[in-house]
């Protein structure tokens, strides 16, 4: 049967979603536990915990408690309330999606719960984006979360044995990441103005003078120029396939999870007819310091230049924490990525300092019992497409140019 004009627009080729309405993302909120609050990425949370059982009495509800707090404030920022979300899309690494799921049951929004293990986030945003873009609903949150205490308990060994990790094993991030997603600027707040109580500070009302906050703060540069707030939209994404390496050493996450991420990345290049340099920042994971060197080499033995993968790349998992911290080699977990993403990336391409991102979240598909019975572990990585835009407002007609 013969394609009508317009069909399969949305896909660039086999594995890449081109979203034609852009979604954008109108809030985030980003939350890190103690340790992560301590660590080079300090100022880029909205909240750092002082401990981490949240004032919980068990690990999976201060994850649980995490993540709702990350949804919530994320919704009051976007100035929407729980009946104005279509979905949340949401998981962790806990059976059952336990901190994602007793969130949902707290909130009453229709839920989906994600598990994509650590590149849970992007694969969240990927397919919210979906939603979005194509129609089925006007607002749809995203979010992840992890907890380091939960994490090995489940996955590893109870904490009070105080079993030494190897150099090569990474550091759980506590930490939880939300993002609300619209399917555009205009017509969609409630007064048609735009994106309502946007701000940092969750004000969502007033702007000094009294003047009512259409959620669009506007600066004005030495020329005159009045600039509207950059909003940050999602152009494309790639859908990963799983790459296993063949390791079977569970604490060498990153060493299993780096083919997946430049698999991924190298597809998102040659369907997008892009180079690397296309992006002012490519964001893996959570791949720590040892994936991060692997993927480098990857990408380098795939022809891509060495001083170009030095000015773009980096990973969630060796940004979050410093050296010194005793993580050895870098962070991971849902959380790790989603927080980062929802702070440090975000913000960054709020003020304009980041113009486009591809972020690639990554996950380890191993459970609790695999390595046990001999299997490696597989990896996954999903990439999205984010590109920071605004308008230049003529200062005496107040349109944009």
Request: charge should be neutral.
């Amino acid at each position: 049967m013969p394609k009508k004009k317009g069909d399969g627009d949305m896909r660039a080729r086999k594995q890449t979603l081109k979203f034609r309405n852009r979604p954008y993302i109108i809030s985030a909120y980003a939350i890190g536990g103690k340790k992560e609050g301590e660590g080079p990425l300090h100022d880029w949370f909205d909240e750092c915990l002082s401990d981490d059982t949240y004032g919980e009495n068990t690990w999976e509800k201060s994850e649980s408690r995490m993540l709702k707090t990350a949804m919530t404030e994320c919704m009051r920022r976007g100035g929407k309330t729980t009946e104005e979300i279509g979905a949340v899309l949401s998981g962790d690494l806990l059976n059952q999606l336990m901190s994602s799921s007793f969130m949902a049951r707290d909130l009453q929004i229709p839920f989906l719960g994600m598990y994509g293990a650590c590149s849970t986030m992007t694969e969240s945003l990927m397919l919210g984006a979906v939603l979005t873009d194509g129609g089925y609903s006007d607002n749809v949150m995203i979010g992840a979360s992890s907890h380091y205490c939960t994490a090995e308990r489940q996955f590893r060994l109870p904490l009070e044995h105080g079993n030494q990790r190897p150099p090569s094993a990474q550091w759980t991030a506590t930490a939880a990441g939300a993002m609300l997603l619209s399917r555009g600027i205009e017509g969609n707040s409630r007064d048609g103005s735009g994106i309502e109580g946007n701000s940092r500070d969750g004000s969502g009302g007033k702007e000094s003078g009294g003047t009512k906050n259409t959620g669009t703060e506007l600066r004005i540069d030495g020329a005159g120029n009045v600039y509207a707030q950059r909003q940050i939209r999602i152009e494309c994404g790639t859908i990963g396939k799983v790459i296993d390496a063949g390791v079977k050493d569970s604490n060498q996450m990153g060493s299993a999870m780096a083919p997946a991420a430049v698999d991924t990345i190298l597809t998102h290049l040659e369907e997008t007819g892009r180079t690397l340099d296309h992006y002012d920042l490519v964001c893996t994971g959570d791949l720590g310091f040892i994936g991060k060197s692997i993927v480098r080499n990857l990408l380098e033995d795939a022809g891509v230049s060495r001083k170009m993968i030095a000015d773009v790349y980096d990973d969630c998992g060796a940004m979050i924490y410093a050296p010194e911290q005793d993580i050895h080699s870098g962070g991971s977990g849902c959380g790790c990525s989603a927080s980062v993403f929802a702070g440090y990336v975000y913000r960054n391409m709020k003020e304009g300092k980041i113009r486009r991102a591809l972020i690639v979240s990554t996950g380890a598909m191993l459970s609790t019992i695999s390595p046990f019975q001999g299997e490696s572990i597989p990896g996954i990585a999903h990439a999205i497409s984010l590109e920071s835009v605004s308008g230049i407002m003529d200062r005496q007609k107040g349109c944009r140019k």
